[in-house]
């Protein structure tokens, strides 16, 4: 049958032979006489719809040779070099041994263990090769890398029979497989390839019935076959048997997942026609991925098993379950064929023959069976490879250049000199310890504060405000300024202010700014460590462990042995503030100002009074100099001073027994006019020294903790490193790089070396 019969327009070159095997390997090119049409990024939506709208719905088949047609595409078999492509990509990085970065469009096949998996890809390789058994024969994903090659002698018919023995070499010369973890070798035996998946399998999952995602590589060699890549996949499973583990239905099912839910992967869900598609296991699970179908080719096995007077019409018109690039059914050999060792070349021509001559299908007989699927597949994953090639390109070079620059940052497995090594180290830490303080350094954040600026947020937010919320009253009360002023004077009551009263409590509140002055050499203590942090982070000290321990614990150490000193100096100011207090401070509030300024504030409460004949007010009333108070008037109780509720007129008894005072005489009453007026003066004059004070140590404290915390590491890092690192006797172990560094080295190596030669690959195609 000729093809371009099939198609008008469409131009295809194909060997024909004895027998119905495939013989042609298309490949998707442009024709420069014809329009070409890019495939947008819809896939395959944009083709299967221009035929949609032009075939009648009981007519409409699944995405063939005429799609390519109607698209402005041309067919040469000859061509292969897409597909011939992404082999290559597949075989990089599975020799490197690293898992592959890139999605390479592949086409997966999914389906239960009874579906006719097997059956379907050794129709389509068109040679018995396939582990055979009970159970999950199919244990880790097989990448068939089918190549079509043109045949150098007579064409040799496929399959086992009496005359051929397909482990002669001389036989069966132009057809053969090679495995892509025996490189070199040869199989033309294809009863020995069986073998080697077998061996190979177990290597990796044992004797058990246990998988691994772990992919074999088999390339065939044919000129019976198209170029195509194929990933055949374990059949899925519901209930354990024999050996296998109890989760083996989700360990199945997560590794077909892992593969099918890639957007480049085309899905070949697998399904028997005897049973009902809604139950499809390869179906169901590819709608999980794929919800509307784009990407998904049904295949129905076991057609010519179906009961007699149904047929799969239905489903391949897309009535049942519609996918976009549709369905093909074909016949497979039964149980019996395949254990009398029956050609696969005599099943194609029975599968050939029954869909020519079944009422329902003759019509149709062209895109029915498996060569019609080979085609098929064959030209979608072309046309696949030519829409995301430029993904891939892009994808290739993009992850070369993030592992080439992880790699430099790994740096090599030995720079040089261990002694040359360590001091280029320390030489670089300590400048770039003095940078970040400076804010000099080159990643400057523009999210958050950093270095020498979180320094400064300490000194002049954290700090200054922590010293300005020192309230110097509200420890000391008014009755205990009271009862200081009379403790002061003595034996004697004092005629003005004391000055020892307010010394004693200005000294009290100022040693009161101790504690957040050291809260504040902790803070920036704090912050440094937190700098050596950020730097111990980098990718150079990831590398050596050792070395960054040692660095920790030098650094810090040398923080601490600075904090003693700038905390004795904090100590010192405070001490300096309390020791002696001037109060010929320029800023300073004097006893003269204070008392003026209190009486002010009592004059302005009193009322005025008024002379009723003028309405002028009237001058304040001068006391007699020599007025005294009478006895009467201090015994009339109006006097309430510090003593008076021990001499208050109720206790007469007591006034006249004269009673020694209790052992503890405490303030009592209420403050006289007298005592408030002391009282406030002194809070004035507490107030206004202690606010110099304040500013003071705002000022000092800062610049005490910059001269020996901050500047004097800054200044003295490098000798302190050289001191306590560079001894000849632990360079070496310093040096001793991390088991993550040289794994992950080793791993962005095989990267980089997988992905330059990607690179050259997919550069070769324009």
């Known amino acids: 049958m000729s093809t371009s019969a099939i198609v008008p327009g469409v131009t295809v070159i194909a060997k024909s032979t004895s027998t119905p095997q495939i013989t042609t390997a298309a490949t998707l090119s ?108 199919t244990r880790r994903p097989l990448i068939l890398q089918l190549i079509n090659r043109t045949s150098t002698t007579h064409p040799q018919t496929n399959g086992v029979n009496g005359e051929i023995k397909s482990s002669d070499r001389e036989s069966n010369v132009d057809e053969w497989g090679e495995f892509l973890h025996i490189p070199g070798q040869k199989f033309h035996d294809f009863n020995k390839i069986r073998e080697e998946i077998v061996k190979e399998t177990e290597s990796k999952t044992g004797r058990n019935a246990g998988i691994s995602p772990a992919p074999i590589n088999l390339r065939i060699y044919s000129p019976n076959v198209l170029t195509l890549t194929l990933v055949d996949l374990p059949g899925l499973t519901k ?73 799969v019409v239905e489903i391949l018109a897309g009535r049942i379950i519609p996918l976009r690039l549709g369905y093909v059914p074909v016949v497979n050999r039964g149980q019996r064929d395949i254990e009398n060792k029956k050609a696969i070349s005599f099943a194609l021509e029975n599968e050939k023959n029954f869909f020519e001559n079944h009422k329902a299908y003759r019509n149709k007989s062209s895109y029915c069976g498996t060569p019609y699927l080979a085609r098929k597949l064959n030209l979608i994953l072309m046309m696949h490879i030519k829409q995301t090639l430029p993904d891939i390109k892009a994808r290739i070079s993009s992850s070369l250049q993030k592992y080439a620059a992880e790699l430099g940052t790994l740096g090599d497995s030995m720079l040089g000199n261990s002694a040359n090594i360590v001091l280029n180290i320390i030489t670089e830490f300590a400048q770039e310890y003095r940078t970040v303080l400076d804010g000099n350094n080159q990643e400057l954040s523009s999210v958050e504060l950093s270095g020498g600026a979180r320094i400064s947020f300490v000194f002049h ?244 903790i910059m001269l020996t915390l901050v500047q004097f590491t800054k200044v003295e890092m490098q000798r302190e490193l050289l001191e306590n690192m560079y001894r000849t006797n632990e360079l070496d172990d310093l040096l001793k790089e991390s088991d993550y560094t040289i794994r992950r080295r080793k791993e962005c190596q095989q990267m980089v070396e997988s992905l330059s030669r990607a690179s050259e690959i997919v550069s070769q195609v324009q």
Do not use: W
């Open 30 to 137: 442009t024709s420069p006489s014809t329009n070409s049409r890019v495939i947008n990024k819809e896939g395959f939506r944009s083709i299967q719809d221009q035929v949609d709208r032009e075939t009648p719905p009981a007519n409409r088949v699944s995405f063939s040779l005429d799609m390519a047609a109607q698209a402005g595409y041309s067919i040469n078999v000859n061509d292969p070099g897409l597909i011939t492509l992404v082999n290559k990509l597949q075989d990089v990085f599975t020799t490197v041994g690293v898992q592959n970065p890139i999605d390479l469009p592949q086409i997966a096949v999914v389906g239960s263990q009874s579906s006719g998996k097997s059956s379907v890809l050794e129709n389509i390789v068109g040679r018995d090769f396939l582990p055979r058994g009970t159970g999950i024969v």
């Open 461 to 704: 937010e954290l700090y200054s405000n922590g010293v300005k919320a020192v309230d110097p009253f509200d420890q000391v009360k008014d009755i205990d300024i009271r009862t200081i002023l009379y403790n002061s004077s003595g034996s004697s009551p004092a005629l003005f202010v004391g000055t020892t009263a307010f010394e004693l409590i200005v000294k009290q509140q100022i040693k009161r700014l101790e504690e957040p002055s050291l809260k504040c050499v902790s803070l920036v203590y704090d912050e440094l460590v937190r700098i050596l942090s950020q730097l111990l982070n980098k990718q150079l000290f990831r590398r050596y462990p050792q070395l960054k321990e040692k660095f920790h614990a030098v650094v810090v150490s040398f923080f601490k042995k600075a904090m003693d000193p700038t905390n004795k100096l904090v100590r010192d100011l405070v001490a300096m503030e309390s020791c002696y207090i001037n109060t010929g401070h320029p800023d300073f509030l004097n006893g003269h100002r204070a008392m003026a300024i209190v009486n002010d504030r009592h004059n302005a409460a009193k009322p005025t009074q008024v002379d009723p004949k003028t309405g002028k007010p009237l001058p304040p009333a001068v006391p007699p100099r020599a007025a005294s108070p009478s006895l009467d008037a201090i015994s009339s109780g109006n006097e309430t001073g510090f003593f008076g509720s021990f001499f208050a007129p109720k206790n007469k008894k007591k006034m006249a027994a004269m009673e020694s005072p209790p052992p503890q005489l405490k303030a009592s009453g209420t403050l006289s006019e007298k005592e408030g007026q002391e009282v406030e003066v002194i809070k004035l004059l507490i107030n206004s020294y202690f606010n110099i004070t304040r500013r003071t140590m705002i000022d000092m404290v800062p610049k005490a």
């Open 239 to 311: 209930v354990p048997v024999g050996d296998q583990p109890r989760d083996i239905e989700k360990q199945i099912k997560d590794m077909v997942l892992k593969q099918i839910q890639k957007p480049n992967a085309i899905i070949l869900a697998v399904t028997a026609a005897n049973t009902d598609l809604a139950n499809s296991d390869g179906l169901k699970l590819a709608r999980e991925v794929d919800p509307e179908g784009q990407r998904t080719i049904g295949v129905l096995t076991k057609v010519d098993l179906m009961d007699e007077g149904t047929d």
